[in-house]
């Protein structure tokens, strides 16, 4: 299993720290030291460490297990993708990157037991500079990734079960804001990543954001933070594009589309599982309706009442990530690994482990019914005593 550093690693420390929305300020009040002494703790620059006798206290409030801050860690040179860079967003980003951190700890200790699908994500831009990209061509490298995924041009019917059979570790968690639907990136160790809001339980919302994300590991695999932070619109806008081309082919969508008007959209929402919404955008993109038809397409959206929850909303079910959790299953099934040897392993908490890949909690922390076994009198006292012992309607009685 992966061995420990002898020393205290400080990006564990603020990677715990932040995906528990806690401050620097906050997490010293917890453990009673200063906020200068915890900025210390996180900065490999400083050679302080806590003290042996603090570590158990940070794990107990971090909700991680004590050698969580002894394992090897890295960072990773590779942007993480997320819907908004806002400021007042930067505490929920700054969680939901942690919890994608999360999600590497649990695929690298669960990949020394099972063996996950090969990543098979092509490089189609084979170095071409994401810069340059129109929308023309995202429509050209969806149409490429289809055909490479054997996929055709029907409607996909489980977007994250292709994701993952294409090697993709796909999680979800409550990430707090409608504004972050889920956050992806490539690992240094060459597999991409991607963590889905749970937010918003809506099956087309959920298809949609994977979608997304997919457009980020396709297109942006190359894109440093740096370069993210410069071009974030541009980004963004490429994976909503390419979102829309995938789940919507030209050709097969627009065949399906046999009036421009909100009821015969909603007619084929069941078939193709994308939201009204998604295919006013997609028919905007395909040039199929003028920005004066799309513009009334969304007075009459809004007339209906259908922002925040369309008609079939709650009817299309909510497509679920597999791998992690079967593979949980799996490992504890064949007795590869108690459920708290793989907990210690991961480091992390039940909770933590049961919210990201979906495993149960009980899975995690089984239940022991024991039934007392209570003292009983020695055959041979019985065999002295019985001569004193006689019956009656109930019991036995001594005299």
Same mark, same amino acid.
């Given at each position: 299993?992966?061995? &420990? ?10 990677? #715990?720290?932040? +995906? ?6 906050? &997490? ?25 006798? !603090? ?18 860690? %890295?960072?990773?040179?590779? +942007? ?15 969680? $939901?990157?942690?919890?994608?951190? =999360? ?38 490298? #969806?149409?490429?990734?289809?055909? %490479? ?16 059979? +294409? ?7 409550? !990430? ?16 991409? %990543? ?15 954001? #994977? ?7 396709? &297109? ?7 370069? &993210?932070? +410069? ?25 399906? @589309? ?41 007075? %009459? ?9 369309? /008609?079939?909303?709650?009817?299309? $079910?909510?497509?679920? /990530? ?17 459920? #708290? ?11 933590? @482990? ?13 239940? =022991? ?5 209570? /003292? ?15 019956? =009656? /309607? ?6």
């Amino acid at each position: 299993m992966s061995a &420990l550093n002898e020393k205290f690693v400080p990006r564990r420390l603020r990677t #715990a720290r932040l +995906a528990r929305l806690l401050l620097q300020k906050e &997490l010293a009040e917890l453990v009673g030291r200063s906020d200068t002494t915890v900025s210390k703790w996180e900065n490999d620059e400083y050679s302080q460490e806590p003290d042996a006798s !603090i570590i158990p206290k940070l794990a107990d409030v971090l909700s991680v297990e004590p050698q969580w801050f002894f394992k090897p860690t %890295y960072q990773t040179p590779n +942007a993480s993708f997320f819907r908004s860079l806002k400021s007042e967003d930067g505490k929920l980003r700054d969680k $939901a990157e942690a919890r994608l951190d =999360f999600v590497e700890e649990i695929d690298q200790i669960l990949g020394e037991y099972v063996e996950f699908p090969t990543v098979d994500v092509p490089d189609l831009l084979d170095g071409r500079d994401f810069r340059t990209l129109r929308s023309d061509d995202i429509e050209h490298y #969806a149409k490429m990734l289809r055909e %490479y995924w054997l996929l055709g041009d029907e409607p996909i019917d489980d977007l994250l079960l292709v994701s993952e059979n +294409a090697g993709i570790v796909v999680a979800h968690d409550e !990430i707090g804001s409608e504004k972050l639907d889920g956050v992806s990136r490539w690992g240094n160790n060459g597999r991409p %990543y991607m963590l889905l809001a749970q937010d918003k339980h809506i099956g087309v919302r959920r298809r949609f954001d #994977a979608g997304h994300e997919l457009g980020h590991i396709l &297109l942006h695999r190359h894109v440093s933070p740096k370069e &993210l932070s +410069a071009h974030f619109k541009l980004i963004e806008e490429q994976a909503m594009t390419f979102a829309g081309a995938f789940l919507m082919p030209e050709c097969s969508f627009g065949d399906d @589309v046999y009036s421009l008007s909100l009821d015969a959209l909603l007619a084929i929402k069941g078939k193709w599982k994308v939201s009204v919404a998604g295919m006013i955008k997609r028919l905007s993109s395909m040039k199929r309706i003028t920005p004066e038809y799309e513009r009334r397409l969304w007075q %009459y959206y809004s007339y209906r009442k259908w922002r925040g929850f369309e /008609p079939m909303d709650d009817e299309i $079910a909510v497509e679920q /990530p597999h791998n992690l959790k079967a593979s949980i299953e799996l490992i504890i099934e064949e007795k590869l690994a108690t459920p #708290a040897d793989l907990i210690r392993q991961i480091s992390l908490s039940s909770s933590d @482990v049961s919210e990201l890949t979906g495993v149960s909690k009980d899975i995690l922390e089984p239940q =022991f019914n024991h039934i007392r076994r209570m /003292p009983m009198i020695k055959a041979s006292q019985l065999s002295e005593l019985g001569e004193n012992i006689v019956s =009656f /309607p109930g019991g036995k009685i001594r005299h």
